[in-house]
């Protein structure tokens, strides 16, 4: 059989894709950031901090923020994989005004459970976002506009940007 | 009378018009009824979802069976019967269509939509679509160029009737699985799979679109092809009928967003959902036509497009359950390695089913 000019051109590609193909899965082998499917919570830990939850949640609604906001970082190093900590953080973080944390827990609690952005799940929490959205995305803005290399800000407009895909639904 | 004999003397266009105007209506009010947001119609997504209710994946936001695709089967069929164009006939490697549905499948998921539903993305204002455009464009290109050096996937022969009907079988009976929901199909309570328009609608509009379009024979990818071929603007009037009438429904109902951040089921990987568009593109061209038109060409009898058909209810399995399918954070590293893995293989197999003199 004779090869022509374009079974060289493919037989390349073919040679090109698969070497990419097999350098992508070496390199991200184990790489795979945390997704619901993933991060199932280790159901005694879960157990362990739902009384830490409460008391977290309590100290929120008391008014007590700073010592919400540490009882919140206490459960989510203990529990990563806890989204309603997270969540619980992110909404204590926006009431302390500390916006860049609070986008981050946000986002944090949205990769790990999804229901938390959907308006039919009892979790739902995308009024909060779009209020603690609509306050600090300015702010983010301003700070990337007098300084386009500011790393963090950029950071967190793109969790900000994270939030709003998520938030405006959508099929994936 | 002069109108009359208009329309008889333009009625392949106005045909190829009435279906771009329906689809793009469609879209549009699917989304503002009831589907994800820029999901008024998605063949990968309904796969996906389709493949969950059949308990073929393990993600419980992602189980619905879609009257849309059941009313692009039927409707397509109907149609077909009515203008004796139905014809059960196959055999022209019917396996190798099977795993080319799957890669359909694994391209779409990698952008996050097939390619209608990368015209409604486009039509709301997500010009995170516009990377997935010209993905699909050279995919459809690549393709084409293998089809001229003699790309064949064997010849196709007539087969007993009731072969024809099997896969219009299967949706009707899906059709009767919706409407009484046994305890064997899973439906969603939450996430895009609990988002659906009024049955009646989707059904309604699957049936309609399925009837125009197999008459006019719309496929996305085939009228990009035929344009790059022919450069004939009449073959792609029905694509800017569609995107158009999208687009004129979005800005009537205030959902038209431009810009490339926010957008609804999107992500900013535009090298990502180039190479996956891509993969659509090369597979469409080499089967001969995108999810869609394969759903059609199941309806009026062909058993190849049965069997991508089947491909793309596997595809939407596999997709879900080993996490290849994009979030909004973008690809997963198995999606990265699926759409290179797919590539290459469908290039391999595009040269090994050259026929050469």
């Given at each position: 059989m004779k090869l022509d000019r374009f079974d060289f051109i493919v037989i390349s590609a073919v040679a090109v894709l698969s070497a990419g193909a097999v350098f992508y899965g070496a390199a991200g082998y184990g790489t795979q950031t945390t997704t619901e499917a993933e991060a199932r919570q280790d159901p005694e830990i879960a157990a362990q901090m739902a009384p830490k939850i409460a008391e977290a949640k309590?100290?929120?609604?008391?008014?007590?923020?700073?010592?919400?906001?540490?009882?919140?970082?206490?459960?989510?190093?203990?529990?990563?994989?806890?989204?309603?900590?997270?969540?619980?953080?992110?909404?204590?973080?926006?009431?302390?005004q500390d916006y860049p944390d609070a986008v981050k827990e946000f986002r944090m609690c949205l990769s790990l459970d999804a229901d938390y952005a959907d308006s039919k799940s009892r979790r739902f929490i995308g009024k909060i976002i779009k209020a603690t959205i609509k306050e600090c995305k300015p702010q983010f803005m301003l700070a990337l506009s007098k300084n386009p290399n500011d790393k963090e800000a950029a950071s967190d407009m793109e969790n900000v940007h994270y939030l709003q895909r998520m938030l405006a639904g959508g099929c994936d | 009378m002069a109108v009359i004999e208009f329309v008889k003397r333009h009625k392949e266009t106005l045909t190829a018009v009435a279906v771009g105007v329906a689809m793009g209506w469609a879209g549009a009010c699917l989304a503002c009824l009831g589907n994800p947001k820029n999901t008024g119609i998605c063949i990968s997504c309904f796969m996906e979802n389709l493949a969950g209710s059949l308990g073929l994946h393990n993600n419980i936001r992602m189980d619905y069976i879609r009257p849309e695709?059941?009313?692009?089967?039927?409707?397509?069929?109907?149609?077909?019967?009515?203008?004796?164009?139905?014809?059960?006939?196959?055999?022209?490697?019917?396996?190798?269509?099977?795993?080319?549905?799957?890669?359909?499948?694994?391209?779409?998921?990698?952008?996050?939509?097939?390619?209608?539903?990368?015209?409604?993305?486009?039509?709301?204002?997500?010009?995170?679509?516009?990377?997935?455009?010209?993905?699909?464009?050279?995919?459809?290109?690549?393709?084409?160029?293998?089809?001229k050096r003699g790309f064949y996937l064997g010849d196709i022969s007539s087969m007993p009737f009731l072969n024809g009907l099997a896969i219009p079988a299967i949706f009707a009976a899906l059709l009767l699985g919706l409407a009484f929901r046994p305890d064997f199909l899973h439906f969603s309570k939450v996430g895009p799979g609990a988002q659906e328009a009024h049955i009646k609608f989707s059904l309604g509009s699957g049936l309609i679109i399925g009837f125009l379009a197999q008459r006019s024979r719309f496929c996305i990818t085939g009228s990009i092809g035929n344009f790059l071929a022919s450069r004939d603007k009449k073959v792609i009037i029905s694509l800017v009928a569609f995107a158009l009438t999208a687009l004129a429904v979005n800005l009537y109902k205030g959902f038209f967003t431009p810009g490339f951040e926010g957008q609804p089921g999107s992500h900013l990987a535009y090298g990502w959902s180039f190479m996956g568009m891509m993969l659509v593109g090369i597979v469409s061209a080499m089967i001969g036509g995108c999810p869609f038109r394969q759903l059609i060409m199941a309806g009026q009898g062909s058993m190849d497009a049965g069997a991508a058909v089947l491909g793309m209810i596997a595809g939407g399995a596999v997709v879900q359950a080993w996490d290849i399918t994009s979030t909004n954070m973008g690809p997963t590293v198995y999606g990265e390695v699926a759409t290179l893995a797919g590539l290459s293989l469908v290039l391999a197999a595009g040269l090994f089913l050259r026929v050469r003199e």
């Open positions: 309590a100290l929120m609604n008391s008014g007590q923020m700073r010592q919400a906001a540490s009882a919140c970082k206490g459960i989510c190093l203990a529990d990563p994989a806890d989204a309603s900590a997270h969540a619980l953080y992110g909404q204590v973080c926006s009431r302390l | 695709l059941i009313g692009f089967v039927l409707g397509g069929m109907a149609a077909a019967l009515i203008a004796k164009e139905f014809k059960a006939e196959g055999g022209s490697s019917p396996m190798l269509r099977f795993f080319a549905g799957i890669l359909l499948i694994v391209g779409c998921s990698i952008f996050l939509g097939c390619p209608i539903r990368m015209i409604l993305r486009l039509a709301n204002g997500d010009f995170t679509a516009i990377s997935a455009v010209i993905g699909l464009v050279v995919g459809v290109w690549i393709g084409f160029q293998f089809l």
